[in-house]
């Protein structure tokens, strides 16, 4: 095998390779071993035709495709390791000639990580990212841990729902007094001023008592995704059939040693004040990092193969789809 190497671009290189006839000759038979099985010739069984028959019954061009794809699989990536090229894509192979006698000489344009020059970095100015870490910090994590350990408790009869309650309703909606998929539920639970129904749905429940009905007005988003939905407006006919209530735990010893292995609070808040300073800093110097390297990479000229960039789009596009399949 012999080739030439040509850098073209800052990230293309060029191969022009040719194959020895002795070299080809070792990938057509190859070829003819993994194909023989489609070769029937009369006088012999299905795949039992020698190597020599076959050529001069079906022409030595019935091997070329797989022979091909041997040959250049066995060069090409020989060629990569041994001039230790970057590649970064399949490269674009141009077969120019192929013969039993003369061998195989293609052409591959190689996509490649691109050479660039580093700025000169003394004196470059690099954003900083900082907010102050203070105890409020910690007193909001300290809260955090109690919402998660709270609990939920019916409310006195006869009283109303408020934002932050837990209610357990029934509704049926319409739109046009035509339903809707999905515009009707039995025993629904809902935490009032969570947002999870559109415009202000969760808002016209408040001060409703257990027992109590209602009709509560919305209207869709123009963009809901649903062609029969989509800003238009809705009723749902709404019963209240529970309250609760949040009840959070006192933040003292004995809830420090509930949810932690430490038996008082003052030691429960060290270890998280330790741990968030921990986590800040970090943050900090990552942040300081990518500022610093967003600057260099905006005065750096680099000529990005489009391999690469194609690359990227595909990864964005399959994140995309993976998380709207969450949703």
Do not use: C, W
Request: glycine share 6%; charged share 35%; net charge negative.
């Amino acid at each position: 095998m012999d080739y030439k190497i040509e850098k073209i671009s800052s990230n293309q290189m060029k191969l022009e390779v040719t194959v020895s006839a002795e070299e080809y000759q070792a990938s057509l038979k190859k070829s003819f071993e993994k194909n023989r099985e489609m070769f029937q010739i009369q006088g012999f069984r299905k795949g039992k035709a020698p190597y020599e028959m076959v050529k001069r019954k079906f022409g030595v061009e019935a091997l070329y495709e797989d022979a091909d794809n041997f040959s250049l699989n066995d060069s090409y990536f020989k060629i990569v390791e041994e001039n230790k090229i970057e590649s970064v894509d399949y490269p674009q192979i141009d077969i120019t000639d192929r013969s039993e006698e003369e061998g195989l000489k293609y052409t591959a344009i190689v996509d490649v990580i691109p050479e660039f020059v580093l700025p000169e970095i003394n004196g470059m100015e690099v954003p900083k990212h900082d907010h102050p870490f203070s105890e409020t910090d910690v007193d909001n994590e300290m809260e955090a841990m109690r919402e998660k350990n709270s609990r939920l408790l019916s409310k006195a009869d006869g009283s109303a729902a408020e934002k932050g309650d837990h209610v357990s309703i029934d509704f049926d909606g319409t739109v046009d007094g035509v339903a809707f998929d999905g515009g009707a539920s039995q025993d629904f639970d809902l935490e009032l001023g969570s947002g999870s129904f559109i415009g202000n749905f969760e808002e016209q429940l408040e001060g409703l008592k257990v027992g109590e009905e209602k009709d509560v007005v919305v209207t869709f988003p123009e963009a809901y995704g649903v062609d029969e939905l989509n800003g238009k407006e809705a009723i749902f006919k709404v019963k209240l059939n529970g309250i609760k209530t949040k009840e959070l735990p006192e933040l003292n010893d004995e809830f420090a040693s509930e949810v932690s292995e430490f038996e008082t609070v003052e030691e429960l808040r060290g270890d998280l004040h330790k741990r968030m300073k921990e986590d800040y800093d970090k943050h900090m110097e990552d942040a300081a990092r990518e500022s610093a390297l967003t600057a260099l990479v905006e005065k750096t000229d680099i000529d990005v193969p489009n391999a690469l960039v194609e690359r990227q789009l595909d990864n964005m596009v399959k994140d995309l789809v993976q998380r709207l399949s969450y949703q």
